[in-house]
T-cell receptor, first 110, second 121 residues
Framework: GIQVEQSPPDLILQEGANSTLRCNFS?????LQWFHQNPWGQLINLFY???GTKQNGRLSATTVATERYSLLYISSSQTTDSGVYFC????????????FGTGTRLLVSP | GAVVSQHPSWVICKSGTSVKIECRSL??????MFWYRQFPKQSLMLMAT?????????EQGVEKDKFLINHASLTLSTLTVTSAHPEDSSFYICSAPPGLAGVYLLGDTQYFGPGTRLTVL
């Protein structure tokens, strides 16, 4: 099956720092989403980004589908950005089935 | 935005008992809902696809007789963990893409419930 790997697995930042999270996937996909899972477990949609670049405030994402990777940029990080970031890909054969990546655990310290 | 709720948010039960978890789409209808399981410090794994009016489809390795799924209406899916054992302790999350019969709204994204934490003693 498809492999979805994220890097780095863990990241510690000082408040105000910038970071880049990466998502590599091993096969072509229909779509890709980025999620933030907060400390209570709630998944929050960040981006729906099958290709190209999108920005939302301090966050932006870029997906290069032909090279099978996506990047999530966090600028001027805040303590509330802490949590786990997942990318998830929608398979070509699946009816909106999502395969989640391995996750990046982010801790932003004050 | 679209909202998905789950009930209960947490449950503790004794080994051998059955537990029912509800997933509701509050402001949209969904022909399909998905159930995921997440063990501590791990990623989400898709367990099954819940289809309104028909049988659920299960991912490889998921026991359909143990995890019973019923999609009773366009806004409600239930997951029943039968004869639960400590190894079933996990965080169960549902999701729903808004839409009916393949026609999707709201940019085709999926919305996730807040999850249910199950602990089996």
């Amino acid at each position: 099956g498809i492999q979805v790997e994220q890097s780095p697995p863990d990241l510690i930042l000082q408040e105000g720092a910038n970071s880049t999270l990466r998502c590599n996937f091993s096969d072509s996909v229909n779509n890709l989403q980025w999620f933030h899972q907060n400390p209570w477990g709630q998944l929050i949609n960040l981006f729906y980004i099958p290709s190209g670049t999108k920005q939302n405030g301090r966050l932006s994402a870029t997906t290069v589908a032909t090279e099978r990777y996506s990047l999530l940029y966090i600028s001027s990080s805040q303590t509330t950005d802490s949590g786990v970031y997942f990318c998830a890909v929608e398979l070509n054969t699946g009816f909106q089935k999502l395969v989640f990546g391995t996750g990046t655990r982010l801790l932003v310290s004050p | 935005g679209a909202v998905v709720s789950q009930h209960p948010s947490w449950v503790i039960c004794k080994s051998g008992t059955s537990v029912k978890i509800e997933c509701r789409s509050l402001d949209f209808q969904a022909t399909t809902m998905f159930w995921y399981r997440q063990f501590p410090k791990q990623s989400l794994m898709l367990m099954a696809t819940s289809n309104e009016g028909s049988k659920a489809t299960y991912e490889q390795g998921v026991e359909k007789d143990k995890f019973l799924i019923n999609h009773a209406s366009l806004t409600l899916s239930t997951l029943t963990v039968t004869s639960a054992h400590p190894e079933d302790s996990s965080f169960y999350i549902c999701s729903a893409p808004p839409g009916l019969a393949g026609v999707y709204l709201l940019g085709d994204t999926q919305y996730f419930g807040p999850g249910t934490r199950l602990t089996v003693l």
